[in-house]
């Protein structure tokens, strides 16, 4: 019974530990509830530049992944949607972004495999598909982020003609 009881809590730190392991100065958003970015004032001065859903449509647990900038900085918000308030679940801070580098959320892939929760750092090109430089996966799990080898991620890059 002891064992089992120590395992649990060994489990239940590690899980903690592993939360926010990308998170830089960022990572005292993790746990927050706010009701929107107005609510966290470590995004003060920060751009909404883009949002999406990671879950489901239907499933009851809908988790999303956001991400803003501020000069050459990216911060990446992935919360849980609760009536009572988001409660955001881990953060990614990528620092010294280069003006064609943007962030992809939920719209990558690993060579054929397709999963709602790759996260990359993409260089803007004409391209159908950008290629990651950095790549990580948003496990829902567990509710935190994980590194990713970024050599056969793409994601969605220009689409249609213009």
């Known amino acids: 019974m002891k064992i089992g009881i120590l395992c649990a809590f060994l489990f239940l730190i590690n899980s903690l530990w592993a939360q926010g392991k990308f998170a830089g100065g960022y990572a005292a958003l993790i746990g927050k509830k706010h009701k929107n970015e107005k609510d966290v004032p470590m995004l003060a001065g920060f751009t909404l530049r883009e949002g ?5 449509y239907d499933d009851p647990t809908k988790l999303t992944g956001s991400w803003y900038t501020k000069g050459n900085l990216i911060v990446a918000i992935f919360e849980q949607l609760d ?3 988001n409660l955001i679940l881990d953060v990614l801070e990528v620092k010294n972004v280069l003006p064609n580098q943007i962030l992809a959320i939920g719209t990558c892939q690993d060579g054929e495999e397709i999963n709602a929760g790759f996260v990359a750092l993409v260089k803007q090109t004409n391209e159908e598909r950008f290629k990651a430089t ?5 496990n829902r799990d567990k509710s935190r982020l994980d590194e990713w080898n970024p050599a056969k991620v793409t994601c969605i890059g220009m689409v249609g003609d213009d």
């Not at 999406?52 to 489901?56: D, E, I």
């Not at 950095?134 to 948003?138: E, I, S, V």
């Open 83 to 85: 009536e009572g308030g």
């Open 134 to 138: 950095k790549a990580w996966n948003f």
């Open 52 to 56: 999406t859903l990671l879950s489901a």
